[in-house]
């Protein structure tokens, strides 16, 4: 697709240089295409083919309206827009049934129609050369392998026809269908009666065969019901201007039948010389339409909730009434005529009470089967399609993805649900960009959303998912404001032992793995999934009763002064006895409750017994006690508005001051900004000190420095392992530890291991550390035993350890 090249990706000035004559000529070509462009117009450039066939199509027309006024000279003339348009249609056909965006079932169906026309091409060419060495073009004559071309290319016709998949239906639904086919067939049998009578001696003098006419009623009949089935119950894959089109061939052939006998006398024309070139351009037609389909990414087409085929047939059949009653007296062709009125009033009254039934009835479907907010599929809906396509076993396969925006609650929370419900219809728009017409998305509730994805294979689900998550990641602007919206996705793909629910089931056990590896990617649904998932079920339910039962406990790890080691402050870290396990790891259980919300819970015990025990260590060991107790804070509890009120009532219930407590926070959980942010004020003006843990690991920023309140730079074990190499290798330290002083903030170097390392950030300017090289975390007697030696040193000389800033 041509696009705009713009400036240099460099940014720099091209200058043009001289060219030698190979490019002028090069340039001229290209000059003389640019200005054919600008004489044939765009349209004309991408739809050659229906283009001639529109030409072949008026010339046949013309050819034939002469014919009908004289003989014209030269027969083989009209015979040449008959095979060239019928071979451009096959070529069309045969184009169009390779487009990848086609489903599996329409591009069979093109497949078969190319090669139907493919056949009429064949015949059309026999049956021109039988005329015209046999009658001289004067005569109509159809030799036996034209005939038996025709009739395998009406053959196949018929098979693509009656393979297209109606989707599944209700009782009530196929009792309309066939009661509308009836309808239909009984007026085409009618019809054929009629033609039969007038002008059966005419068509078996064309077949020369005592067999062939009643084999191509047979036929035909068939034809006309494959037909009433596409027009009546829908084709599925193919759009409905595209039957349309086809339908419209379908009655120029029609018309081309019933015409023949006005002709028999014009022994040189045959209807053939018009009709074919038009049933082509309508061949065509369908084709141009069907490549505009699947190029654009909008909804299907909407049907109406009856079909008017069933009323044209009681129309017609009211005609031939009118025609057959010319030659009987006058009374009948009154009654006639008053019966043909009466079908008329009854009919337009069924149907403007139709017309106000459906519009109603759209009105209900629609609310019960979308969402009010984004007008998506609802789950219901979504359910229902799911099913469908499970049971569609002409697809390739298809898959299903489902969507659930990360931290998408700070936004109602931060800005309000206005803002929020804007930002779900923004996401909204931006899926339906990102799948195709013919798949289905949906807003299941809240904040999470499904895709289903049609006739696909699992490497196209992979990328189209991939496409929705680089889209999402673009900042949307809503209400002056631009926010950034991740998301999680779970794929699934299908199984034919699946239902609808279950796939829901697996994509969300896969969407919650995407969360728990980081967020803002997907994960592609494996058995081994459900494994995890019900171990963090069952790890869910424990945790429960282990918040409950008293099987946590914290320990506290020092945080020492350098170079001596004495100790400074305790970090509280939780830890999990379970009765059958033994200690659980934190890498286990934290990433649950963080997941299933219990954090916040969980979070609030360990602030709580952790200023418990800080203020019993005050109370018991006076100076002796640590300077400062840690408290590790969550992401998820920041978001939570009442949090700085809880640590409020957590100190006055312990009696714990405020400047004895440091909350630890990470870089990710402040990163965003927005409510986290102004939690982390709200606390810090309880006069409790701040501490960015793990700084450098994260999404690291001077300008978080700024803009967060903090007052103690934790540095992460990451750059503490390298202190001991050379000086590039200390760099890092070194520059974070400056940083922290040009702020007046306090520095840690976290995960000490050696002594090396230890004397190396002494060295450097550090004072403060922390890790095994000093304590691992102890537990609250083992933190007594040093606070006794604290308090016995402290009886013999006055002695006061540096403090954490704050």
């Known amino acids: 697709m041509p696009q705009d090249r713009g400036p240099p990706a460099d940014g720099c000035v091209r200058t043009e240089t001289p060219r030698d004559d190979g490019e002028h000529a090069m340039a001229g070509d290209l000059q003389g295409r640019t200005a054919l462009s600008r004489i044939v117009p765009e349209r004309v450039r991408r739809q050659p083919i229906q283009i001639a066939l529109g030409a072949l199509a008026v010339f046949g027309l013309g050819w034939f309206a002469l014919g009908m006024v004289s003989v014209p000279p030269w027969p083989v003339v009209p015979w040449i827009p008959v095979v060239g348009s019928s071979a451009l249609a096959t070529l069309a056909c045969a184009d169009v049934s390779r487009s990848a965006e086609l489903s599996r079932a329409a591009r069979s169906f093109w497949r078969h129609l190319s090669l139907a026309v493919g056949l009429l091409t064949a015949g059309l060419a026999s049956n021109a050369h039988d005329m015209l060495a046999l009658t001289g073009g004067t005569a109509p004559y159809i030799g036996p392998l034209a005939l038996a071309l025709y009739l395998v290319a009406l053959l196949i016709t018929i098979w693509a026809l009656l393979r297209l998949p109606i989707g599944r239906r209700s009782r009530q639904a196929l009792l309309t269908l066939g009661l509308d086919a009836g309808i239909v067939m009984l007026a085409a049998v009618l019809f054929a009666w009629y033609l039969m009578l007038r002008t059966a001696p005419h068509l078996l003098d064309v077949a020369h065969s005592s067999w062939s006419a009643p084999l191509l009623a047979a036929l035909g009949f068939v034809e006309v019901l494959a037909a009433v089935k596409v027009a009546l119950a829908g084709a599925g894959p193919l759009p409905r201007n595209v039957l349309v089109a086809l339908g419209m061939s379908f009655v120029v052939a029609a018309l081309s039948g019933g015409l023949s006998p006005l002709i028999k006398d014009e022994t040189h024309l045959t209807t053939t010389h018009f009709s074919l070139p038009l049933i082509a351009f309508c061949i065509g037609l369908a084709v141009e339409r069907q490549k505009h389909a699947t190029s654009r990414s909008a909804a299907a087409p909407r049907r109406r909730s009856f079909s008017l085929l069933p009323y044209g047939a009681i129309a017609a059949v009211d005609v031939l009434l009118l025609v057959s009653a010319q030659r009987p007296e006058p009374e009948i062709r009154v009654i006639a005529a008053a019966t043909i009125a009466l079908t008329t009033l009854v009919v337009i009254r069924q149907i403007v009470a139709f017309r106000d ?64 419900d804007a930002l779900l219809v923004a996401v909204a728009h931006r899926l ?12 299941l509730g809240g904040d999470e959303f499904a895709v289903l994805l049609i006739d696909v294979t699992p490497a196209e689900a992979g990328q189209i998912t991939e496409r929705i998550i680089r889209t999402l990641r673009t900042p949307v602007g809503v209400d002056g404001h631009e926010l950034l ?56 339910a424990e945790m429960r009763r282990a918040l409950d039962g008293g099987e946590l406990f914290l320990l506290y790890q020092p945080v020492v002064t350098l170079p001596g080691g004495e100790l400074s402050g305790v970090e509280a870290l939780v830890r999990w006895r379970h009765p059958e396990r033994g200690l659980v790891s934190p890498a286990e259980f934290i990433p649950v409750v963080e997941r299933t919300g219990m954090i916040v819970e969980l979070g609030a015990w360990v602030l709580r017994e952790a200023c418990r025990q800080m203020a019993d260590w005050k109370h018991r060991y006076g100076p002796a006690a640590p300077v400062k107790m840690s408290v590790n804070v969550s992401a998820r509890q920041l978001r939570e508005q009442s949090f700085a009120e809880t640590v409020a009532e957590v100190l006055a219930e312990t009696g714990l001051s405020p400047a004895d407590l440091v909350v630890e926070i990470t870089e990710t959980s402040v990163f965003d900004g927005g409510l986290a ?24 920023s001077l300008g978080l420095l700024r803009t967060c309140p903090v007052d103690v730079l934790k540095v992460d074990k990451l750059f503490i392992d390298g202190v001991t190499g050379n000086t590039e290798q200390a760099a890092i330290a070194t520059s974070l530890l400056h940083i922290a002083r040009a702020l007046r903030l306090s520095a840690v170097a976290e995960g000490v291991e050696t002594a090396a390392q230890a004397e190396r950030l002494h060295e450097l300017g550090y004072r403060l550390a922390q890790g095994f090289h000093f304590a691992p975390p102890l537990s609250p007697g083992n933190i007594e035993q040093i606070l006794e030696g604290r308090r016995e040193n402290l009886g013999a000389a006055s002695w006061e350890p540096p403090a954490l800033a704050g």
């Open 432 to 443: 339906r960009a990102c799948v195709r017409w013919y798949d289905t998305v949906a807003r």
């Open 485 to 540: 919206v991740q998301a999680s996705v779970g794929l699934v793909d299908s199984a034919r032992d699946a239902g609808a629910s279950e796939l829901l089931r697996c994509a969300d056990v896969a969407m919650y793995t995407a969360k728990e590896r980081g967020k803002s990617r997907y994960v592609r649904y494996t058995p081994d999934l459900d494994v995890r998932a019900l171990e963090h079920a069952r790890l869910e």
């Open 677 to 700: 942010v102004e939690t982390v004020h709200a606390v810090q003006e309880l006069g409790v000190a701040i501490a960015l843990d793990d700084f450098g690991t994260g999404h690291s």
């Open 357 to 420: 039934n459906a519009s109603l009835q759209r009105q209900l479907s629609h609310q019960a089967t979308h969402d009010t907010l984004t007008q998506l599929a609802n789950r219901a809906l979504f359910a229902e399609r799911t099913a469908e396509a499970l049971a569609d076993t002409g697809l390739r396969g298809s898959a299903l993805a489902l969507i659930d925006l990360d931290d998408f609650k700070a936004v109602n929370d931060r800005l309000g649900h206005a803002v929020g």
